[in-house]
């Protein structure tokens, strides 16, 4: 299953850091969204890779951290 895990920051620096590291890993931009205004940052992934993408977002301390089935649209 293809799942979009999401992390609230609150913070423009930690959520810009995080959106960068996951960057930097090697997650294509094409699946990763950062939304500037509400300082969140989303990625869409398969099931297996969850723990490490959620291990990097968890790094950069959010407020908030979930994940829910990826919906195309």
């Given at each position: 299953m293809?799942?979009?895990v999401t992390?609230?920051?609150r913070d423009l620096m930690k959520a810009t850091n995080a959106y960068d590291?996951?960057?930097s890993e090697g997650y294509p931009r094409e699946?990763?969204?950062f939304d500037?205004?509400?300082h969140q940052v989303k990625v869409i992934?398969?099931?297996?890779t969850r723990p490490e993408a959620e291990e990097i977002l968890r790094r950069h301390e959010p407020v908030?951290?979930?994940a829910?089935?990826?919906e195309e649209g």
């Open positions: 293809t799942l979009t992390a609230d920051y590291e996951l960057v699946k990763l969204y500037r205004e509400t992934v398969p099931d297996a908030e951290l979930w829910r089935p990826f």
